[in-house]
Structure formats: C-alpha cells, structure tokens
C-alpha cells in the first residue's frame, strides 16, 4: 500500500493537466536556488566574522608584544642606570651623597651610557635618550632618619596606548663605613 501512494504522488505531475496550472520548475528546484543564495550571503558574513576575529587577534597579539619589547628595554635602561648609580657611590661616597637632599634631585640622563652628571633637572617631554623613543631620568634623595641615598630611576615612552614607566628604587648606603 505504501508503494501505491508513491506512484500516485509521483504520477500527479504526468496527469495531463494544462501546462498553466503545472509548477514551473519540478518541486525543489526554484526553493533550492532561494536557499543557495541565502546560503552564499550566510557564509560571507561568517567568514567575514571570523577573518575580522582573526585580524583583531593578530593586532592584538602584535601590539602585546611590542609592549613586552619595550617594557623590556625600557627596564634594561633602568638597570643600566642603577647599575651607574652604584659605582657613582662607590667611587666617592661624600660626592654621590651630596647629589641629592631631602626632597630629591632629579637629573635627566639623555645619554644610555653616561660618563659624568648631568645638570639637575626634570627631563622635557622631547628629552630622549639619544637614538631611542625612551626618557631616562634618576632622582635622589635623603631620607631624614637613614644614613642612605634613595635613588628611583625612571624610564618612560609613550605609543599608540598611551604612556607608560618603568620604576627601580634602590636604596643606597656607604657600604664600606658598615661595621
């Protein structure tokens, strides 16, 4: 029985009715060429979803890592920096201490090697190390009750994200006056 009523809605297209009143396109045909359409227009829009995740992803990761490459030189410089400091102190404890006072000095340092002292003063905002998009600046400073040299370094630039700073303190003593 139910391979009779197959051949009875197979056979309704062959039942000589009036070419008028027969469907255009056999069953299927014309709703399938509306669904391809849909179809192209849907998968355009998801692969244009998913290349603009893909780009923004890649933006993303690219702009973190430059960051990361110049968070790392910036804290380089700052290391740089102390590391100056240090032998600064150590070759004339009276020198070094006589750099700063109570309220810090700050000295700009726009060489990324330096030699000597710099004038006192807070660096500009044009004031970059020479070949570099980074400021370098120390400030030292006398704590009231310790026999020390305060000295926080400070290296900063600025990109697409805005401005950013690197800090090192480190607290400097006369190690060889130490009992």
Known sequence: MKTNNLKLITNNFNLGLPRTNAPRYPIGVS?????????VVFAIG???IILTTVVSVSVSSVRNSTFSKLN???NRYAQDLSEWLRRQRDL???TFKAKANTTGITYCFKTP???AWPASGVCGSSDFMTGTKFIRQAKLSLPSTDPLVLSEV????TDSQGTHSVVSITKLVDWRAQP
Do not use: Y
């Open 154 to 157: 400070t290296v900063s630039w």
């Open 31 to 39: 709703s399938v060429r509306g669904q391809s359409m849909v179809e």
């Open 72 to 74: 790392s030189q910036a």
């Open 46 to 48: 998801i692969a244009a």
């Open 113 to 115: 090697n330096p030699t």
């Open 92 to 94: 004339d404890w009276a």
